[in-house]
């Protein structure tokens, strides 16, 4: 095999030889047996090219991305090391997601970071999960009685995308009339389409009013407790907090609930579940971070300096996809893969579901996201006990994105009941 390399410095277009397009629908239809066809082809640590020819490394070893992930000096999540700005446009499809260098918790690196995590973090931890439990479920029975006269339901239209946003709405302080145009910027957003640019510019209006009036009045909600922080931030700081606190917790939540439905309502294992079983809940949600989860590739880490990784040369400033999924499969640490080895359980929880170290999701917004995913669905089987599929399980849709992976819609069908909070 020849050595991939990525040439990073050749003034015009990115040379990358032998390098693996990072798109196409296996991403999304067949992700387990493409990873498994890269590893035996090119190892734990692949070159891949990005729309445009723009070269990366995809992480797809256990151990390397624990390697990387362990390494924030050598491998800090540093967008402005990036050695391909020289030829990214302003269009380029994925800058959203890449991001560029901003003073907010997610594009910062090193003691900045650490700065904004000391503020953010504990904001997050004070908040009372039996609170956060109530509100989860009220929210989650509104949401419910919309549809629930009707018998059936797009659960990912109707439930799994609009949650996520009304709890991050009430959690942050909010008034509860803001959560419905809160839930239509973020949406328009994520689309990415004509309403894009319009979302993120009502966004920043919702974050800069409710900055301002917890300035003025304090209150039991996360933005107040961030204000409380002795740390001395610029508002255009807090409100880039709050942009990227809601923004990286909105759609994995989302595609969490959706994933692990998807789960139970296709997967015998999970049926008793559905009589109004519990304990399935927590499992499905767990083998959902380890099989389907949410975030598949992450971006990413920027290399420090030129350095080695598994049998690659890594240049200073190269990007570094991190593979969540695909090291969630790694036959290094999943017995039933590789007979003999030592085993991962996937009854733990040491998938790389939530990323690891320095710059990993925060634990306390595991523990939200958590109690947001489990009480929803918990409430939606209790209200629904006998919701079923309404198309066959082949004919369901995962997103088209080698990233993020969620349905675009997940059709059920239902006994019709009557709204608890009204009529029906
Ligand atoms: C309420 C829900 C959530 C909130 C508020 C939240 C918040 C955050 C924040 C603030 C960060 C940046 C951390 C930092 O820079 O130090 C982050 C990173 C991340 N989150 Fe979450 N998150 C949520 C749910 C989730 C879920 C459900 C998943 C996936 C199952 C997830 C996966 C990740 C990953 C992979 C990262 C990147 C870590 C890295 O770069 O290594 N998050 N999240």
Not at 192 to 211: K, S
Not at 262 to 267: E, F, S
Not at 327 to 347: F, K, Y
């Amino acid at each position: 095999m020849t050595m991939p390399s990525m040439s990073a410095d050749t003034g015009g277009c990115p040379v990358v030889h032998g390098a693996v397009p990072l798109s196409g629908p296996r991403f999304h239809t067949d992700p387990h047996h493409l990873y498994r066809e890269m590893r035996r082809d090119h190892g734990p640590v692949v070159a891949v090219e990005l729309p445009g020819g723009v070269p990366a490394w995809l992480i797809i070893g256990y151990r390397e991305l624990h390697q990387v992930t362990s390494d924030p000096e050598l491998f800090p999540r540093d967008v402005a090391l990036w050695n391909q700005w020289g030829n990214i446009a302003e269009d380029w499809p994925l800058l959203p997601m890449v991001g560029r260098p901003m003073p907010s918790i997610y594009f910062t690196a090193g003691a900045e970071h650490r700065r904004h995590v000391d503020m953010v973090e504990p904001a997050m931890e004070t908040l009372d999960p039996f609170e956060l439990r109530r509100d989860c479920e009220e929210l989650a029975d509104r949401l419910i009685d919309g549809f629930c006269g009707r018998g059936e339901a797009d659960l990912v239209a109707d439930f799994a995308v609009p949650l996520p946003v009304l709890i991050m709405a009430r959690i942050l302080g909010f008034p509860d009339e803001d959560g419905p145009d809160l839930a239509w910027a973020m949406k328009a957003l994520a689309d990415g389409g004509v309403d894009a640019q319009a979302g993120y510019v009502r966004f920043g209006e919702h974050m800069r009013r409710l900055l301002a009036s917890k300035k003025a009045r304090p209150g039991n909600d996360l933005v107040s407790r961030m204000l409380a922080h002795p740390g001395r931030f610029t508002d255009e700081e807090y409100i880039l907090d709050l942009q990227a606190i809601t923004a990286a917790g909105h759609l994995p939540t989302s595609d969490w609930i959706g994933n692990s439905v998807r789960l139970m309502l296709t997967d015998e294992r999970f049926a008793a579940a559905l009589g109004g079983g519990r304990r399935s809940v927590g499992e499905a949600m767990n083998e959902v971070l380890w099989e389907d989860t949410p975030t598949q590739i992450l971006a990413g880490r920027w290399a420090a300096r030129d350095t080695r990784l598994a049998d690659k040369v890594i240049r200073a400033g190269d990007m570094l996809l991190l593979g969540l999924a695909a090291a969630n499969a790694d036959p290094h640490v999943r017995q039933h893969l590789t007979p003999g080895s030592e085993p991962v359980n996937t009854g733990n929880s040491a998938h790389f579901a939530f990323s690891y170290g320095e710059y990993r999701c925060p634990f306390p917004a595991q523990q939200i996201a958590e109690i947001i995913a489990r009480t929803s669905i918990e409430v939606l089987l209790d209200r629904l006990p006998d919701i079923d599929l309404a198309v066959p399980a082949q004919n369901l849709v995962r997103r088209p994105s080698a990233f993020l992976r969620g349905m675009t819609s997940l059709p059920v069908r239902f006994t019709a009941v009557r709204a608890v909070g009204g009529t029906p």
